[in-house]
């Protein structure tokens, strides 16, 4: 299992002046590798599918891949003698995004989805740099120890546990400072309980009226933190474009926007992960809808779903219930809002009908309601439409499959 923790650190002057000399290096090595990469791309291909008989044909030279790039690294070293003060891990870093970058532009990802063309870092974009060799004890006390570096202050709040090691450590630069990100890995892993064990279940629907709407109808306030501050940040936008560009002002006026940004993202961080461990405190299964965010972050209600943050609250759930064996389902959320959870008739409404009544069945229940308890049904393997798996059934979680009376 590998899990992250993050500490603000603490640097001195001369450490955050050599912290940003090895940036600017770094983002000077990224551009030129990726530049490298540009001209065989280009060098190398032929945007018509047929060519004349006599044309001038270019020397081909060999894919310039991670493997190759890494060994230019010690002559760098050789040819330009400051960069032997960066450890060798960090570069080897440096060319490994440069790397994956490439390959997303031209292969995709893992589910074939292509990023756009990578662009060159400016000052500014190169924010962190990643060390991957510690010794022994590279914590004592509230400092960390970064390989050739040294050892440096950090608000130690979270003591890391015993039997936990330090894969890699990243320094990024934010609007109010520095953080370091521990990648820690725990071979004690829970064992993941089953579905069809899950005690205490529960099934959630997420929405804008409220941020998450429970099977057993309680429900979960949205806390709108953008929109809050949005009088606030109006104002300092306002202050960054009036200000002349390069100018002093303009600099301080746009740390000031950074951190208000940085404010309303953490906070809405935090609720986040309250919310996700006040649910898995108590629920051994929580089903939700696998929802398409980016979708819907391009209609009208886009500045809401992202306020909200759906897919980071989701990511969170995940990850910390794989962490503490237990499940989170994600699935298909067809129909879960026109159904009758009671007797599974399709009951259509419109988005302002905010109250379901089933005229076969008569039963009425909140909307978001409704749809949680079809999601749970969902979850546990029951279809929707099935008439003997009744609302009290899946409020109780019964871990068994009851039998169909047909």
Known sequence: MITAYQYRLRLAKSQEAEIEIWLDMLRCQYNYLLADRFNWYEQNRCSINSCPLVCHLPTLR??????????????????????????????????????LAFKRYLKGDCNGRKSGRPRFKSKNSYRSLTFSAFSKNPIKGNKLNLPKFGWVKMVYHRPIPDGFKIKTATVTRKADGYYVTLSLQDDTIPSVIPVEQASN??????????????????EIPIPQYYRKAQKRLKKIQKTVSRSKKGSNNRKKAVGRLGKAHKKVADTRKDFHFKTAKNLLDNHDLVAHEKLNIKGLA??????????????????????????????????????????????????????KDRIHSCPDCGYT??????????????????????????????????????TLNL
């Open 201 to 218: 279940p529960i099934g959630i629907d997420m929405g804008l009226k409220s941020f998450l709407v429970k099977s057993d109808g309680t």
């Open 62 to 99: 060999d894919n310039p891949d991670y493997f190759s790039q890494k060994k230019t690294l010690p002559q760098l070293k050789k040819d330009r003698q400051w960069y032997k003060a960066i450890h060798s891990n960090v570069l080897q870093d440096c060319v490994k995004r440069v790397d």
């Open 365 to 402: 229940e909140d909307r978001d309601t409704n749809a949680a308890i079809n999601i749970l049904k969902l979850a546990v393997g029951h279809p929707v439409g099935n008439k003997a798996y009744r609302v009290s059934e899946a409020l109780a979680g019964v871990g068994k499959k009851p």
């Open 298 to 351: 391009k209609t009208k209600m886009a500045k809401s779903v992202l306020d909200a943050g759906w897919g980071q609250f989701l990511s969170i759930l995940s990850n910390k219930a794989e962490n503490a064996g237990l499940v989170t389902v994600a699935v298909n959320p067809r129909n879960t809002s026109q159904n009758c959870s009671n007797c599974g008739k399709k009951v259509p409404k419109k988005l």
